[in-house]
């Protein structure tokens, strides 16, 4: 899959490009940069979810643990739970008003995610996207699930060009304090915050998060 955006990215700009990853989507950044240095200028990171503990990842977050991320060392390994929560997740994505629950729940303490959440039902059909998901790309699933319990972080360590974070001052899935631990650790980065954005900071503030990409070039 790495090797297949590589040459789509070759094949449309024959130039390093920006490669931006948002939550669970940072992962697969950070690992596309890492094996494809050359060919990214930047790596940009919207919403970063919380980095698994062991190993590398303590350099970055020198704290306790969390419950997510206690779980996260659990099952990393196991693919047999991977595997069964997928399950319960692709069966909660095929009933549009049980992953509509689900999400307000899960977004609950962050008003502008449940105005987002909202919005996507009505507009942009996400209970029909989340669906066809569970419906039709189970394995996929469970490899994403399985990316982000992974030590993802340690790609940090063997990259040296320019890295960005992009964070909502209002997540309450994975808190903004995690993104700035990384930003720490790491000589290249820079974090901007978004104030009264949350975890789905790049859909509420896409024009914003374009611009501060757009500030320092022509």
């Known amino acids: 899959i790495l090797q297949a955006a590589s040459d789509i990215a070759d094949y449309f700009c024959g130039e390093p490009v920006i ?22 200028s930047e790596l940009v990171l919207v ?15 020198p704290r306790s643990l969390t419950l997510l991320l ?11 739970v991977i595997a069964g929560l997928t399950r319960v997740y692709n069966v909660i994505g095929r009933v549009p008003a049980l992953s509509r629950r689900s999400l307000d729940f899960l977004f609950r ?21 989340l ?7 189970t394995r996929a ?18 990259l040296t060009l320019p890295m960005r974070f992009f964070h909502g001052t209002e997540d309450t899935l994975c808190p903004i304090e995690d993104a700035k631990a990384m ?7 820079t974090c901007q915050a ?12 896409l024009d914003d998060v374009l611009a501060s990409l757009a500030a320092d070039r022509k």
Not at 70 to 80: C, G, T
Not at 109 to 129: N, T
Not at 141 to 158: G, I, P
């Open 131 to 137: 669906r066809l998901i569970a419906n039709k790309a």
């Open 19 to 40: 490669c931006m990853g948002e939550s669970a989507g940072c992962a697969w950044a950070a690992q596309f940069t890492r094996a494809f240095p050359d060919q990214v």
């Open 109 to 129: 303490q962050a008003p502008s995610d449940v105005a987002s959440i909202e919005e996507s039902y009505a507009k942009l059909f996400l209970g029909d996207w």
């Open 70 to 80: 206690e779980v996260s060392n659990r099952i990393r390994k196991d693919d047999r």
């Open 141 to 158: 699933s469970m490899d994403e699930v399985a990316h982000l319990h992974s030590d993802w972080v340690k790609d940090f360590q063997h």
């Open 194 to 205: 978004f104030e009264g954005a949350g975890h789905l900071v790049l859909g509420q503030r």
């Open 183 to 189: 930003v720490e650790g790491l000589p290249t980065a």
């Open 47 to 61: 919403a970063t979810p919380q980095a698994v503990r062991p190993k590398d990842a303590e350099r970055f977050l």
